[in-house]
């Protein structure tokens, strides 16, 4: 590739587009979240900016839970009585103080901004698969070809710490194969843990095949060191070229670390960008690595610390689903993180504290693959594919709903009571709530048609959040203390704010199923939950799913205030941004 091919995605009118695209999607959060407040002006709306001398204006639909549908092809800018090119870098600036952006966050935020419009105008390369084409492809086929990233962020793919070659090489859009690196870890400074029944030297034969493992086991001893002192950690090529290398320089010349090359199989990048899934052999484990790379509000290290007992929350997770009635009734599976292996580095743990990037630098886990769970005319797809719309505006859902040739309801309620039911129970019955958004939510589909749920990335994102629960010693680190007021905004955040309400409007601005329909469906299938399990009534009455109203949790404004660590780990609801309420739109039900 020549320096000017790397580049040539960057072309004005690519560019043009993705501006129109992003400002289309800030102007819709920003109202949202109640930063901005359009003002209405003949047939359409106007946002101006803070020294009031420019305008945006646009023309949108106002739906459900504040929702802002706007038409980006309707949208202007304007000043001084003339039309302005819309231009993305300039719309941060222009509202600079409306959206609490500090003098130090400012230009972070705009290289974020900048690389996600890069990443846009790459997209924007692609040939352009329909979504009923896109239907009918395969499980890699949809992961590799979602668009937009997360609903809610506008800065969604930052990715700071990629070059364009490393862009191009690693972003999950780009579907390029990866090799991962293998390092080996003096036992002294690694630990590995795993699930029942796992034994390290079993484990990675199986990953790496004995041939592989064989020729690094030879590296070693050619360096007159013994295999046996070490253990084997995949590691992200950017983090070893571009942090292990240098940052962990004295590891390197001490042999705590030894690098062994490259493994055989190829791997996807998935859309959490650190995840990758094994395109050789899919039975395979997924790998997540740690890579030090600014990406939507944190840097994605992995600790190594929080490695230790990440296959022991799994296997605990995975016996209650077992052992629940409802969930195993539903079809809900987790795909285990069985294995993980962490590296310590001694001086740079003095320096910090746990919570440093600098204790994130070196770790992964090894997830279970979700292929070897299929039956036969099963397929899959994340469930982020649900929110995709392809560049004529047709949605991935509707494609689906398409070809079930099921009523857009009964497609609704069969997906409701895979993806939804599944949360309620899990709440209702154990205080615990997942971070159910659609990257972490694997669909199992036949025909179309949603037949369960795959719930992944369990040991960093669940919560119990009753104080008073028994937790064996391993898994106690996944208690949290959260006051009884925000524990259903687990369900009204991130389920109804984050996900259905873009799913409930794309479904109907293609005339698919009107608002109150997708809504009402959710209300059925709630009060179906309910009155399956009335042993639980006395929780239902406590917690409200019919609440009139519920906080709005604004996650850009978490980003706007600090767009390298957006939450306070040690303490997750205090860094809640509430502003207001939200109408519960299936109170009325």
């Given at each position: 590739?020549?320096?000017?091919?790397?580049?040539?995605?960057?072309?004005?009118?690519?560019?043009?587009?993705?501006?129109?695209?992003?400002?289309?999607?800030?102007?819709?959060?920003?109202?949202?979240?109640?930063?901005?407040?359009?003002?209405?002006?003949?047939?359409?709306?106007?946002?101006?900016?803070?020294?009031?001398?420019?305008?945006?204006?646009?023309?949108?639909?106002?739906?459900?839970?504040?929702?802002?549908?706007?038409?980006?092809?309707?949208?202007?800018?304007?000043?001084?009585?003339?039309?302005?090119?819309?231009?993305?870098?300039?719309?941060?600036?222009?509202?600079?103080?409306?959206?609490?952006?500090?003098?130090?966050?400012?230009?972070?935020?705009?290289?974020?901004?900048?690389?996600?419009?890069?990443?846009?105008?790459?997209?924007?390369?692609?040939?352009?698969?329909?979504?009923?084409?896109?239907a009918d492809g395969g499980f890699q086929a949809i992961e590799t070809g979602m668009t937009e990233g997360h609903p809610c962020f506008v800065a969604n793919n930052g990715r700071l710490g990629f070059g364009i070659h490393e862009y191009l090489s690693y972003a999950p859009e780009t579907a390029s194969p990866v090799r991962?690196?293998?390092?080996?870890?003096?036992?002294?400074?690694?630990?590995?843990?795993?699930?029942?029944?796992?034994?390290?030297?079993?484990?990675?034969?199986?990953?790496?095949?004995?041939?592989?493992?064989?020729?690094?086991?030879?590296?070693?001893?050619?360096?007159?060191?013994?295999?046996?002192?070490?253990?084997?950690?995949?590691?992200?090529?950017?983090?070893?070229?571009?942090?292990?290398?240098?940052?962990?320089?004295?590891?390197?010349?001490?042999?705590?670390?030894?690098?062994?090359?490259?493994?055989?199989?190829?791997?996807?990048?998935?859309?959490?960008?650190?995840?990758?899934?094994?395109?050789?052999?899919?039975?395979?484990?997924?790998?997540?690595?740690?890579?030090?790379?600014?990406?939507?509000?944190?840097?994605?290290?992995?600790?190594?610390?929080?490695?230790?007992?990440?296959?022991?929350?799994?296997?605990?997770?995975?016996?209650?689903?077992?052992?629940?009635?409802?969930?195993?009734?539903?079809?809900?599976?987790?795909?285990?993180?069985?294995?993980?292996?962490?590296?310590?580095?001694?001086?740079?743990?003095?320096?910090?504290?746990?919570?440093?990037?600098?204790?994130?630098?070196?770790?992964?886990?090894?997830?279970?693959?979700?292929?070897?769970?299929?039956?036969?005319?099963?397929?899959?797809?994340?469930?982020?594919?649900?929110?995709?719309?392809?560049?004529?505006?047709?949605?991935?859902?509707?494609?689906?709903?398409?070809?079930?040739?099921?009523?857009?309801?009964?497609?609704?309620?069969?997906?409701?009571?895979?993806?939804?039911?599944?949360?309620?129970?899990?709440?209702?019955?154990?205080?615990?709530?997942?971070?159910?958004?659609?990257?972490?939510?694997?669909?199992?589909l036949e025909d179309g048609v949603v037949q369960r749920a795959v719930y992944k990335d369990i040991a960093e994102e669940i919560v119990v959040m009753d104080p008073d629960a028994v937790l064996p010693p391993e898994v106690r680190r996944i208690r949290v203390e959260v006051p009884d007021d925000k524990k259903l905004l687990?369900?009204?955040?991130?389920?109804?704010?984050?996900?259905?309400?873009?799913?409930?409007?794309?479904?109907?601005?293609?005339?698919?199923?009107?608002?109150?329909?997708?809504?009402?469906?959710?209300?059925?299938?709630?009060?179906?939950?309910?009155?399956?399990?009335?042993?639980?009534?006395?929780?239902?009455?406590?917690?409200?799913?019919?609440?009139?109203?519920?906080?709005?949790?604004?996650?850009?404004?978490?980003?706007?205030?600090?767009?390298?660590?957006?939450?306070?780990?040690?303490?997750?609801?205090?860094?809640?941004?509430?502003?207001?309420?939200?109408?519960?739109?299936?109170?009325?039900?």
């Amino acid at each position: 590739m020549t320096l000017a091919d790397a580049v040539a995605h960057l072309s004005p009118d690519r560019w043009e587009t993705a501006n129109r695209l992003l400002i289309r999607k800030a102007l819709a959060e920003f109202a949202h979240e109640r930063l901005i407040t359009p003002a209405q002006e003949g047939d359409g709306y106007v946002v101006r900016s803070d020294d009031g001398l420019t305008s945006y204006r646009f023309s949108a639909v106002q739906r459900a839970l504040d929702h802002w549908q706007v038409d980006a092809e309707s949208l202007t800018r304007h000043r001084d009585g003339g039309e302005l090119p819309l231009a993305a870098l300039d719309f941060f600036i222009e509202l600079k103080g409306s959206l609490g952006l500090s003098d130090e966050v400012l230009p972070v935020y705009l290289e974020e901004i900048s690389s996600t419009l890069s990443g846009t105008c790459y997209k924007l390369t692609k040939p352009r698969t329909t979504s009923a084409e896109l239907a009918d492809g395969g499980f890699q086929a949809i992961e590799t070809g979602m668009t937009e990233g997360h609903p809610c962020f506008v800065a969604n793919n930052g990715r700071l710490g990629f070059g364009i070659h490393e862009y191009l090489s690693y972003a999950p859009e780009t579907a390029s194969p990866v090799r991962l690196v293998w390092l080996a870890a003096h036992r002294s400074r690694a630990a590995f843990t795993a699930g029942v029944g796992i034994v390290y030297e079993d484990f990675i034969r199986q990953e790496l095949g004995a041939e592989t493992v064989d020729r690094f086991h030879d590296r070693l001893t050619g360096q007159g060191l013994d295999p046996a002192d070490y253990l084997l950690i995949p590691v992200h090529p950017w983090q070893w070229w571009n942090k292990l290398s240098v940052t962990f320089a004295a590891e390197v010349a001490r042999r705590h670390l030894v690098c062994l090359g490259e493994g055989e199989d190829e791997y996807l990048a998935q859309q959490s960008i650190r995840t990758f899934f094994n395109a050789s052999h899919p039975e395979k484990h997924y790998v997540k690595t740690a890579l030090s790379v600014l990406n939507m509000g944190f840097m994605r290290g992995l600790s190594a610390a929080y490695m230790e007992a990440t296959p022991a929350i799994n296997d605990w997770l995975a016996r209650l689903i077992e052992n629940d009635p409802v969930l195993k009734a539903s079809g809900l599976t987790v795909i285990r993180e069985r294995a993980a292996v962490g590296y310590r580095h001694l001086e740079y743990e003095q320096a910090t504290d746990r919570y440093s990037p600098y204790r994130k630098m070196l770790a992964a886990l090894w997830r279970e693959s979700p292929v070897p769970g299929l039956r036969e005319g099963e397929s899959l797809a994340t469930m982020a594919s649900l929110l995709h719309l392809d560049h004529a505006g047709a949605s991935f859902a509707g494609a689906l709903v398409t070809r079930s040739g099921l009523t857009p309801t009964e497609w609704l309620r069969r997906y409701l009571r895979a993806y939804y039911t599944p949360l309620l129970h899990s709440f209702y019955a154990y205080d615990l709530a997942f971070m159910p958004h659609g990257e972490n939510v694997i669909l199992v589909l036949e025909d179309g048609v949603v037949q369960r749920a795959v719930y992944k990335d369990i040991a960093e994102e669940i919560v119990v959040m009753d104080p008073d629960a028994v937790l064996p010693p391993e898994v106690r680190r996944i208690r949290v203390e959260v006051p009884d007021d925000k524990k259903l905004l687990s369900i009204f955040t991130d389920v109804f704010d984050c996900f259905f309400r873009f799913l409930a409007a794309h479904l109907a601005a293609e005339g698919i199923l009107e608002e109150d329909a997708f809504w009402r469906t959710v209300a059925e299938v709630t009060r179906e939950y309910q009155a399956a399990n009335p042993e639980l009534a006395e929780r239902f009455r406590r917690y409200d799913m019919f609440a009139p109203e519920f906080a709005l949790s604004c996650l850009n404004r978490l980003q706007l205030r600090d767009n390298k660590q957006m939450v306070d780990l040690t303490d997750p609801s205090a860094a809640l941004q509430l502003v207001g309420t939200l109408k519960n739109p299936i109170a009325g039900f």
